[in-house]
RNA sequence: GCCGGUAUCGUCUAGGGGUCAGGACACGUGGUUCUCAGCCACGGGACCGGGGUUCGAAUCCCCGUACCGGUACCA
């Protein structure tokens, strides 16, 4: 048996977005389930869209994701380039020989030309082909004109006899589609660059790839690629067609539905683990109840006979809950690192400081869990940098005894409770002298101290503020109000 | 229009000639708790429609419908 080579080819016209990341994540599932290749080809013969920022951000979003590949324009390999604008020569010379056997030929036809002829097959409710018309042109008197400088594009010859073009599909079964609705495609644009399903064939040869794993919308374009496989003697790979990725309203999933791009999902604070294993899920089960599954162990059990043959819609909760799973997973750490860009977005935290991203840390418990992204976890912990004196003073008249507790417990704490030790201590305290207790007790502290109504436990946000505001100015931490402030400012205004 | 593809809870899916049609997310109720989130428990919720085959169809076949894709000198 050859060694099964797959590839991902994207096209470099803008973000990676989550249905092609999620086909390069199969890809890249299957290459390793079959201890395989994976080849990363940039299809860029589209001058007027492709551009090299497009190249660089999609291999940088493949490799936040995970996804890694062994042949490639970055790390090249045996069959490089790697970049369909590279190898224009091979897809002319292979357009010469086919004309050269008479499976192709120039064609002179105007667009205008041409798109009336589209109109007319529309208006006649006939599938719109090319009428072949350059067809019969002499291919001595053709080389001529294209000697002489008129501009032609290159058809292919699609064969006279119509027959049906059976393909077995790795993931929907026999696909069956007949000739004769195929008119002859151009394989060589007059500007000289190759077309897509032309090209596609030629690299897909040339690095024997063995397995095409793309989306459904090249699911009609295969016919014509076995056509053009047969016409230069090359085999066909093996095909699989992954459905679509739709929006909630059950169109494309596109800008209107919100994030549709890897580096979108990445900006609002999702993990790299947390979306790949998504994708996963969209189309593929592990046939199990199992959800959260990791990559490595997703790459043990895929498989393409178990993946879904119609579209799915996206949907960001799901994805969330998962994410929620992964930041609980991650260790500390690492989510700090991630986190930090955040704070200092925020304001919270200045930047490259070790004691910022100490304290950080050690806020992490008081988030992550409680949050969907990254991207909640400063303003889940706001109260601890930015405290309103008034706004808080308001809350704890709202208070049945709320002005009783606080003043109890500015009066019992002196200094900094660094601990939940330390808190219980004082909130034991504040009840003796008070005999608040429960609700009638902690409800206050809690609005006084953070300002807020809800948010983390207590005996969390209260060591975390007081620890914030013990931090020396040097910390690069932004000036933090210790607890023992705040109970004495709120009972100051409230008495 | 023409060609192709697809169809199980709101969503992702498991299953598949006889099942209480299973799970997850979301939703609802209750519990835990000073509060929110979380967590735990419970609950409501689906086989697109019509024919056929069959003792029996959600499952197999046909037709229809809906949706998606293609119909390019985009990929």
């Given at each position: 048996?050859i060694?099964?080579r797959l590839r991902f080819a994207p096209s ?15 890809n ?11 080849v990363?080809r940039i299809e860029d013969t589209d ?32 069959y490089?380039p790697y970049r369909q604008s590279e190898r224009l020569d091979r897809y002319a010379r292979e357009a010469q020989r086919l004309i050269a056997h008479g499976d192709a030929y ?47 594009a290159i058809r292919f010859a699609v064969p ?5 073009i059976v393909f077995a599909d790795l993931?929907?079964?026999?696909v069956?589609v007949?000739t004769?609705?195929i008119g002859d495609p151009v394989i060589i644009r007059?500007?000289g660059r190759p077309q897509y399903n032309f090209a596609v064939v030629i690299d897909d040869a040339d690095m024997a790839i063995t397995h095409v794993v793309r989306g459904?919308d090249h699911i009609s374009n295969t016919p014509l690629q076995i056509l053009i496989a047969e016409a230069i003697a090359v085999p066909t790979p093996a095909f699989a067609h ?254």
């Open positions: 048996m060694a099964p470099p016209t803008g973000q990676l977005h989550v249905g092609n990341a999620r086909t390069a994540l199969f890249w599932l299957l290459a390793k389930r079959l201890g395989g290749t994976l990363l001058v007027e869209r492709s551009t090299p920022e497009s190249e660089r951000a999609i291999i940088e979003d493949l490799r936040w994701l995970g996804l890694t590949w062994n042949e490639g324009p970055d790390v090249s390999g045996p490089a120039y064609c002179f036809c105007s667009p205008e030309m041409l798109e009336a002829e589209r109109q007319a097959a529309h208006a006649a409710g006939l599938p719109p082909k090319y009428s072949g018309r350059c067809r019969a042109i002499d291919p001595a008197e053709a080389a001529r004109r294209v000697a002489s400088g008129e501009p032609a006279g006899e119509p027959r049906d993931v929907r079964g026999e069956r007949h004769s609705i007059r500007n459904e992954l459905s679509l990725v739709l929006g909630p309203d059950h169109a494309p999933l596109s800008k209107r539905h919100g994030a549709t791009s890897v580096a979108e999902f990445r900006a609002r604070g999702f993990l790299p683990e947390a979306l790949v294993n998504y994708l996963a899920l969209l189309g593929w089960s592990p046939g199990d109840d199992e959800e959260i599954l990791p990559l490595d162990e997703m790459a043990r059990r895929f498989e393409l006979s178990r993946v879904s043959h119609s579209a799915a819609v996206f949907d960001v909760a799901k994805l969330a809950w998962i994410n929620r799973h992964y930041m609980k997973a991650a260790t500390s750490s690492r989510l700090v690192s991630d986190v930090l860009p955040y704070f200092q977005r925020a304001g919270y935290i200045a930047e490259g400081s070790d004691a910022a991203r100490a304290f950080v840390e050690s806020l992490l418990p008081m988030a992550v869990g409680s949050v969907d992204r990254l991207e909640e976890i400063p303003e889940r912990v706001a109260f601890v940098f930015g405290w309103n004196a008034d706004e808080a003073a308001r809350l704890v008249r709202d208070e049945a005894d709320g002005a009783r507790a606080v003043a109890a417990f500015a009066e019992v704490v002196r200094g900094p409770l660094p601990d939940r030790d330390a808190f219980r201590a004082a909130a034991a305290t504040v009840r003796e002298r008070t005999s608040l207790k429960g609700k009638a007790l902690f409800h206050p502290l809690r609005v006084a101290l953070t300002g807020l109504e809800s948010g983390p436990e207590l005996d969390l946000a209260i060591p975390a503020i007081d620890r914030g505001a013990a931090l020396p100015a040097a910390a690069g931490v932004a000036p933090i109000v210790s607890c023992a402030e705040r109970a004495r400012a709120v009972t100051r205004s409230v008495t």
